[in-house]
């Protein structure tokens, strides 16, 4: 599946798959609020909750809240879900944010919101490399990266 919209979008190349991202640690182990929705696994693919074993659904994806021990740089980083609604960055068809649309986007789907989204991803890169930049040894800042299926050591 990787890459198989590089003729469409050939500035998108991120560097994780969704499941390396949650399997490496990342989003606490919460990202799939089940206060958002009980029911998250109808927003993604069968395909990527069958690359978890049950245990690690509960410890990588659905949490009943985040710990910093389960992500990668044993930080916690990010903004809350209610700072993401405030922003406009929580679409319908995506209720879980940028990682549930680069879930489905990575699976196969297209919708009216891969440009925006990727101009997202294109705009957090530069940003959060400055940042590394400046403060190399930012745990935080390498979490955020891992979010968002990006390599701090490529920048």
Known sequence: MKNTWKK??????????????????AFGGAYFDTHVDPNWQ????????????????????TRSSADKKINKYGVHCGSSYNDWLTAGWIRPEDP????????NFYYGRRSDDDQRQIKRWKAFIPRHAGILKAYPNSRKTKQNMLHWAVDYKKI
């Open 8 to 25: 469409a979008f050939p500035d998108f190349n991120p560097d994780f798959t969704p499941v390396e991202i949650f399997k490496m640690g």
């Open 42 to 61: 109808i927003w993604v693919p069968s395909v990527f909750v069958d690359a978890f074993t049950e245990a690690e659904v509960t410890t990588h994806l």
């Open 96 to 103: 879980f944010g940028w990682m549930n649309w680069y879930i």
